[in-house]
């Protein structure tokens, strides 16, 4: 594989100048739709604003919304004049904001006006109230000693915050000569993207990824996917997220397909946009697409356009896979594994594969990505068929955790591996399942066990909708199952009767000691399911049940 040295600016470019009337992006709520040689003159005259307004190459420029036009626009914006943007999660509080901006040394803050009824002018205030009283662009915070601007996306005014227009107009001072400077001054191996982890589990950490890193493994993934200038791939997943805004825009954008974004999931507008806009892909994480598939409406909408998509960003119900495959017709959906430090993508089910692979398999590590599965313990490689950590080494490794060099060697170890902290079984064939994290897997009286197993067995059963099994900790086997329990609307189950299903068809020790039934998992804004939550709710749970 050869791998592109070029930077998300060139790519734009060269789309805009081999398919300039081809829409890029659409947003169907607002009845915005330009193609790509439009696409490319506006994040020109963006790149400009950012320029003018007086960010430098490799200043951090943090930004805070839902999938809005300005959102996509900024990310190749800054792409083309060498801001490196720092994604924040949508769900933030005043307390991650504040940790975000001040670990990533963020000098500006690009910010939506709400979030599902959050003000998040409110809490930028709480966490910077000099804000109140502070000229535009010379914001001086006690907390926050980078921090010197702050705009929103729109045109509503806001003491020592620049409205949209305001910052656009900023444009206007920089001469085409000084943009094609900065332009050109870029390197594909240039930081260009911070994104922190999901913080499913401690202080989230930037992940620094280059225009390498993601230019590639968006065109890699589209590749994968057999996309073209005719394909029209539906983006309902957040793009402060990997998936959003390299799966989604990335993976777009290097192969000219059009762009058709929702600000926010809501599985009816997705429906409907699949529908109106004749959608060929459709991206998602598998709570997405049960919400889809299980909308009461799902049946009166025409999804037959569908051919292909990536269902990501946790484990994948075979089940699910299925449905999606036969019930939306997307026949060629395919299963992409990784995670933000590897920009995302490791491997990625074909297009082409037996839906055997393609419903029990992540697939294959994708052209010029090397993996291997380890003993976790010994760090020697394991045999095929036997379980083991994944790692993984190539062009698509982060640069590094930002401003955090103990824990980048933590997860790159010398030679240049990635440990990815799952646990992986390659096949024969070279295809890779994904069994659980390290973290995940429970030791019951000795016997490893992982979750994953029971769920997808769970998941075959006709009145359940979804299913997570987590470990809680037992004085007599080290360790119990619990499961977590979401009946499809009207079903009716009760443990008991959930235990006789297990009854001779899968092992008594992976047989859950403790059975709940709940309405919702507690989630991420990226629609990971929060595992380490959910053992604190068992924990509480089995306590009860004990007493």
């Given at each position: 594989?050869?791998?592109?040295?070029?930077?998300?600016?060139?790519?734009v470019?060269?789309?805009?100048?081999?398919?300039?009337?081809?829409?890029?992006?659409?947003?169907?709520?607002?009845?915005?739709?330009?193609?790509?040689?439009?696409?490319?003159?506006?994040?020109d005259?963006?790149?400009?604003?950012?320029?003018?307004?007086?960010?430098?190459?490799?200043?951090?420029?943090?930004?805070?919304?839902?999938?809005?036009?300005?959102?996509?626009l900024?990310?190749?914006?800054?792409?083309?004049?060498?801001?490196?943007?720092?994604?924040?999660?949508?769900?933030?509080?005043?307390?991650?904001?504040?940790?975000?901006?001040?670990q990533?040394?963020?000098?500006?803050?690009?910010?939506?006006?709400?979030?599902?009824?959050?003000?998040?002018?409110?809490i930028?205030?709480?966490?910077?109230?000099?804000l109140?009283?502070?000229?535009?662009?010379?914001?001086?915070c006690?907390?926050?000693?980078?921090?010197?601007?702050?705009?929103?996306?729109s045109?509503?005014s806001?003491?020592?915050?620049?409205?949209?227009?305001?910052?656009?107009?900023?444009?206007?001072?920089?001469?085409?000569?000084?943009?094609?400077?900065?332009?050109?001054?870029?390197d594909?191996?240039?930081?260009?993207?911070?994104?922190?982890?999901?913080?499913?589990?401690?202080?989230p950490?930037g992940?620094?990824?280059?225009?390498?890193?993601v230019?590639?493994?968006?065109?890699l993934?589209?590749?994968?996917?057999?996309?073209?200038?005719?394909?029209?791939?539906?983006i309902?997943?957040?793009f402060?997220?990997?998936f959003?805004?390299?799966?989604?825009?990335?993976?777009?954008?290097?192969?000219?397909?059009?762009?058709?974004?929702?600000?926010?999931?809501?599985?009816?507008?997705?429906?409907?946009?699949?529908?109106?806009?004749?959608?060929?892909?459709?991206?998602g994480?598998?709570?997405?697409?049960?919400?889809?598939?299980?909308?009461?409406?799902?049946?009166?909408?025409?999804?037959s356009?569908l051919?292909?998509?990536?269902?990501?960003?946790s484990?994948?119900?075979?089940?699910?896979?299925?449905?999606?495959?036969?019930?939306?017709?997307?026949?060629?959906?395919?299963?992409?594994?990784?995670?933000?430090?590897?920009?995302?993508?490791?491997?990625?089910?074909?297009?082409?594969?037996?839906?055997?692979?393609?419903?029990?398999?992540?697939?294959?590590?994708?052209?010029?990505v090397?993996?291997?599965?380890?003993?976790?313990?010994?760090?020697?490689?394991?045999?095929?068929g036997?379980?083991?950590?994944?790692?993984?080494?190539?062009?698509?490794?982060?640069?590094?955790?930002?401003?955090?060099?103990?824990?980048?060697k933590?997860?790159?170890?010398?030679?240049?591996?990635?440990?990815?902290?799952?646990?992986?079984?390659?096949?024969?064939?070279?295809?890779?399942?994904i069994?659980?994290?390290?973290?995940?897997?429970?030791?019951?009286?000795?016997?490893?066990?992982?979750?994953?197993?029971?769920?997808?067995?769970?998941?075959?059963?006709?009145?359940?909708?979804?299913?997570?099994?987590?470990?809680?900790?037992d004085?007599?086997?080290?360790?119990?199952?619990?499961?977590?329990?979401?009946?499809?609307?009207?079903?009716?189950?009760?443990?008991?009767?959930?235990?006789?299903?297990?009854?001779?068809?899968?092992?008594?020790?992976?047989?859950?000691?403790?059975?709940?039934?709940?309405?919702?998992?507690?989630?991420?804004?990226?629609?990971?399911?929060?595992?380490?939550?959910?053992?604190?709710?068992?924990?509480?749970?089995?306590?009860?049940?004990?007493?």
């Open positions: 594989m050869v791998i592109l040295q070029k930077t998300v600016g060139q790519v470019k060269e789309q805009a100048a081999r398919n300039p009337e081809t829409e890029a992006y659409v947003y169907p709520e607002h009845g915005i739709r330009k193609t790509y040689k439009e696409f490319d003159e506006e994040t005259y963006l790149a400009k604003a950012f320029i003018g307004i007086g960010i430098e190459k490799g200043e951090h420029v943090a930004i805070w919304s839902d999938n809005k036009r300005e959102w996509l900024s990310q190749f914006a800054t792409g083309k004049m060498g801001g490196v943007l720092v994604t924040v999660n949508t769900s933030y509080q005043s307390s991650e904001l504040e940790y975000l901006l001040e990533s040394d963020a000098t500006t803050l690009i910010l939506g006006e709400e979030f599902k009824g959050a003000s998040y002018i409110e930028l205030e709480t966490v910077c109230p000099e109140a009283t502070a000229d535009k662009g010379q914001i001086t006690a907390n926050l000693p980078h921090f010197k601007r702050v705009i929103v996306m045109d509503n806001y003491p020592g915050i620049y409205s949209w227009n305001e910052f656009e107009a900023f444009a206007e001072g920089v001469s085409d000569i000084e943009f094609e400077e900065r332009f050109h001054s870029m594909p191996d240039d930081v260009i993207n911070i994104q922190y982890t999901s913080g499913t589990t401690g202080f950490k992940v620094m990824l280059t225009h390498l890193n230019v590639n493994n968006g065109k993934i589209g590749d994968t996917m057999n996309l073209t200038e005719r394909d029209r791939l539906c309902p997943v957040p402060f997220h990997c959003g805004c390299v799966l989604g825009t990335m993976a777009a954008v290097t192969h000219s397909t059009t762009m058709v974004i929702a600000e926010q999931f809501e599985p009816k507008l997705v429906l409907q946009m699949v529908q109106d806009e004749k959608c060929t892909g459709l991206h994480v598998p709570t997405m697409f049960i919400a889809e598939l299980n909308h009461p409406e799902f049946s009166s909408f025409d999804t356009s051919r292909t998509g990536i269902m990501a960003g484990p994948c119900p075979i089940e699910v896979m299925k449905k999606v495959i036969h019930d939306m017709g997307a026949s060629e959906i395919t299963i992409a594994y990784g995670q933000t430090e590897s920009s995302p993508v490791i491997t990625q089910t074909r297009a082409d594969d037996n839906i055997e692979k393609r419903v029990s398999t992540v697939g294959k590590p994708h052209a010029g090397e993996v291997k599965i380890i003993d976790p313990v010994t760090g020697e490689k394991v045999a095929a036997v379980p083991g950590e994944l790692c993984t080494r190539g062009y698509h490794v982060m640069k590094g955790y930002y401003k955090n060099e103990e824990a980048t933590v997860a790159i170890d010398p030679r240049g591996w990635l440990h990815t902290g799952d646990i992986a079984v390659e096949d024969e064939d070279g295809y890779i399942a069994t659980g994290r390290i973290k995940d897997m429970v030791i019951r009286g000795g016997e490893n066990i992982y979750p994953r197993e029971i769920e997808e067995f769970l998941y075959q059963h006709s009145s359940i909708q979804d299913v997570q099994v987590v470990g809680v900790p004085p007599k086997y080290g360790e119990e199952l619990m499961a977590w329990i979401i009946l499809k609307e009207g079903e009716v189950l009760s443990a008991e009767e959930l235990k006789t299903y297990f009854t001779g068809k899968i092992s008594r020790h992976k047989i859950p000691r403790y059975i709940e039934f709940t309405k919702e998992y507690p989630m991420t804004a990226s629609g990971k399911i929060q595992k380490f939550k959910l053992r604190e709710l068992s924990v509480e749970h089995s306590r009860q049940a004990e007493v």
